[in-house]
């Protein structure tokens, strides 16, 4: 794996195509400066890795396009030593991406196949993600509470064992919806109580349930 000094040349440019398009957070754009996306694509797709598009990443998934991760993460509100859960291992970017900007991170994938070649990679790379094989729609009761959640696929509706597992004044990123997903920024104000923010349409791969294989 080589990170060339055109590579990096090409995440200016990304990050520059970014914050014409309203990403405004230095941490998430510095995060996105520095991680190699070309690692987590297919070598046949290394020399489209910097567009600002999706790309198939196996088993039926795709890797977000850039902006969708950016947009989602500063909706998240990073801060150092937040834990946090994802649903949607994916190629792991999201998942480094996260933890590049100092958060605990611990990411749940029902394809086995994507989740180990994501899980090797981290290694690689040093940034400690905890990954799991499993059904996102159950969180990670194990490690609740999270200060966090990202969910990256398009889920039909917001699952109560997430919310069971945010901690009170926590965050949950979820786009929700089937053909075509309203983004929703969802926090927790009480056990009784929550806020919902929507910021528009997106499309995401579905979020199934029991179907971990």
Same mark, same amino acid.
């Given at each position: ?19 014409? $398009?309203?990403?405004?957070?230095? %941490? ?5 400066? +520095? !991680?190699? #996306? /070309?690692?987590? &694509? ?51 970017? $999201?998942?480094?991406?996260?933890? %590049? ?5 611990? +990411? !749940?994938? #029902? /394809?086995?196949? &994507? ?99």
């Amino acid at each position: 794996m080589k990170d060339t000094t055109k590579h990096k040349g090409l995440r200016n440019k990304l990050v520059d195509i970014l914050i014409a $398009q309203g990403i405004e957070s230095k %941490k998430v754009l510095d995060a996105i400066r +520095s !991680i190699p #996306r /070309h690692f987590f &694509l297919d070598s046949s797709f290394e020399h489209l890795a910097y567009q600002n598009n999706a790309f198939p990443i196996g088993n039926d998934q795709t890797i977000s396009q850039p902006f969708t991760v950016a947009f989602q993460t500063e909706l998240l509100n990073i801060q150092p030593g937040d834990k946090i859960l994802e649903i949607g291992t994916g190629s792991g970017y $999201q998942a480094a991406v996260l933890c %590049k900007m100092g958060a605990e991170v611990f +990411s !749940i994938e #029902r /394809h086995a196949p &994507l989740m180990r070649k994501a899980q090797l990679l981290l290694q690689k790379l040093n940034l400690r993600v905890k990954t799991k094989f499993g059904d996102g729609y159950k969180g990670w009761p194990e490690q609740a509470p999270f200060d966090k959640m990202i969910v990256t696929c398009g889920a039909p509706i917001v699952p109560d064992e997430l919310m069971k597992q945010l901690k009170i004044g926590g965050i949950m990123v979820i786009p929700v919806g089937e053909d075509v997903q309203t983004m929703k920024c969802i926090i927790k104000k009480d056990e009784d109580k929550i806020e919902i923010i929507d910021f528009g349409d997106f499309r995401f791969v579905p979020m199934l349930k029991n179907k971990a294989k």
